[in-house]
T-cell receptor, first 113, second 109 residues
Framework: DVKVTQSSRYLVKRTGEKVFLECVQD?????MFWYRQDPGLGLRLIYFSYDVKMKEKGDIPEGYSVSREKKERFSLILESASTNQTSMYLC????????????FGEGSRLTVL | GQNIDQPTEMTATEGAIVQINCTYQTSGFNGLFWYQQHAGEAPTFLSYNVLDGLEEKGRFSSFLSRSKGYSYLLLKELQMKDSASYLC??????????WGAGTKLIIKP
């Protein structure tokens, strides 16, 4: 079974702090994604990566950056957290470039005070 | 713009059948996906439709009509463990997934 592990289930940070969200997958998947999930909205894509050291902006990249130094690890960085970044963050991976079958981590719920 | 619509919440009775609808308007179409997400857990893949018709997988079936921009997820013999949110997603012409807001399904005994 594919396992996608997110480092923190719950985080509370203060406005202006730098936040790191880590995601690791164990099935040698090429593609990794970061989404945020908010009530009443569909999943929104922040960034994605199809290969090591490669990154592409999704629909809402503002205020975020990512790092993919190793194939299995995809990190989301909030350089200066703001209250409107309070959300559930979901990491996902997939095997093929054009597949919609994603494997998700359990999410990181971030609260910015 | 691109849009996926699905009901916000539905209630059904244990042992019954429920149909969750999804309508979409997207730039191109490369498949429709259903995911299940239990509260506080990761979404998990349920089904994939790219051609018109019905795909059956145990108690769950998914239907697609591309000409109508419409899909439904049919759950039979409902069990309490089916209480979850069901997410509809469409892959557009750029192979990006567009997600609906999800339908929260409540199962009552």
């Amino acid at each position: 079974d594919v396992k996608v592990t997110q480092s923190s289930r719950y985080l509370v940070k203060r406005t202006g702090e730098k936040v790191f969200l880590e995601c690791v997958q164990d099935m040698d998947h090429e593609n990794m994604f970061w989404y945020r999930q908010d009530p009443g909205l569909g999943l929104r894509l922040i960034y994605f990566s199809y290969d090591v050291k490669m990154k592409e902006k999704g629909d809402i990249p503002e205020g975020y950056s990512v790092s993919r130094e190793k194939k299995e690890r995809f990190s989301l960085i909030l350089e200066s957290a703001s209250t409107n970044q309070t959300s559930m963050y979901l990491c996902a991976s997939s095997l093929g470039t054009h597949t919609g079958e994603l494997f998700f981590g359990e999410g990181s719920r971030l609260t910015v005070l | 713009g691109q849009n996926i619509d699905q009901p916000t919440e539905m209630t059904a009775t244990e042992g019954a059948i429920v149909q969750i609808n999804c309508t979409y308007q997207t730039s191109g179409f490369n498949g429709l996906f259903w995911y299940q997400q239990h509260a506080g857990e990761a979404p998990t893949f349920l089904s994939y439709n790219v051609l018109d018709g019905l795909e059956e997988k145990g108690r769950f079936s998914s239907f697609l009509s591309r000409s109508k921009g419409y899909s439904y997820l049919l759950l039979k013999e409902l069990q309490m463990k089916d209480s979850a949110s069901y997410l509809c997603a469409v892959m557009d012409s750029n192979y990006q997934l567009i997600w609906g807001a999800g339908t929260k399904l409540i199962i009552k005994p």
